[in-house]
């Protein structure tokens, strides 16, 4: 079973609106850490944000925003007044911190894929 | 240079040849990592070194050969590939795999590999 499911594969907005990009995780551990990865055309993994399962208070980066729920395993990832430069595929992750666990492994969603247009 | 650079950028190969793919990190890491990224496939994990010794080998094709003789270089050696080992290859680094720490891993802008 996949660990972390990024239901959304492409989503389209214009400009200045909002998009929320959804992940939903399955661990049986009770510490672990989710991130989200911004990847532009270029190829590179950019580092957005960690949060580690013991906080769940949300957290605002700018026009960025992350909103982690336990209750429902999930782990959303707002951008607010979208810009063409977000354009990228974004990707969220989890990583399972108790012994037996494969340590620094990294496990990700498929990716969802975001265009924004002018 | 800064962060996790990754050398060539691009690299076209014939099934017969031998590459290498290298990878630096300038974020004084002691854990570093190979990863594969297919079209339309999650990314994979390749490889992990921790301190230079290699942690994981996630059932990785004889074809590929790593190397880590330092905790800033990591070089992954490529022989007869198959076309289907055409992908991007995505390096990270970490601070440490110790105990049951997960620290945040940051990647490198990947070799482009296109094998003919």
């Known amino acids: 079973a996949q660990k972390v499911t990024q239901a959304q594969t492409e989503i389209s907005v214009v400009e200045k609106e909002d998009v929320t990009l959804d992940c939903v995780y399955e661990?049986?551990?009770?510490?672990?850490?989710l991130f989200w990865y911004k990847q532009p055309p270029s190829g590179e993994l950019v580092f957005l944000i960690r949060?580690?399962?013991?906080?769940?208070q949300n957290e605002i980066s700018g026009r960025y925003s992350w909103n982690f729920q336990k209750s429902t395993s999930s782990f959303n990832f707002t951008i607010t007044a979208s810009q063409v430069v977000d354009s990228a595929v974004y990707f969220c992750?989890?990583?399972?911190?108790?012994?037996?666990?494969?340590?620094?492994?990294?496990?990700f969603g498929r990716g969802t894929q975001l265009t924004v247009w002018p | 240079e800064t962060g996790v650079t990754q050398t060539p950028r691009h690299l076209v190969m014939g099934m017969t040849n031998k590459k290498s793919l290298k990878c630096e990190q300038h974020?004084?890491?002691?854990?570093m990592y190979w990863y594969k990224q297919s079209a339309k496939k999650p990314l994979e994990l390749m490889f992990v070194?921790?301190?230079?010794?290699?942690?994981e080998n996630n059932s990785v094709p004889s074809r590929f050969s790593p190397e880590c003789p330092n905790s800033s270089h990591l070089f992954l050696h490529l022989h007869t590939l198959q076309p289907e080992d055409s992908a991007l290859y995505l390096c990270?680094?970490?601070?440490?795999?110790?105990?049951?720490?997960?620290?945040?891993?940051?990647f490198g802008p990947g070799t482009r590999l296109t094998v003919l």
């Open positions: 990270a680094s970490s601070q440490t795999l110790a105990g049951s720490s997960t620290d945040t891993q940051y």
């Open positions: 992750a989890l990583s399972e911190a108790e012994r037996g666990s494969t340590l620094g492994r990294l496990y």
């Open positions: 974020l004084g890491h002691n854990a």
């Open positions: 070194y921790n301190f230079k010794e290699q942690t």
């Open positions: 661990t049986r551990d009770t510490t672990y850490y």
């Open positions: 949060r580690n399962s013991f906080d769940e």
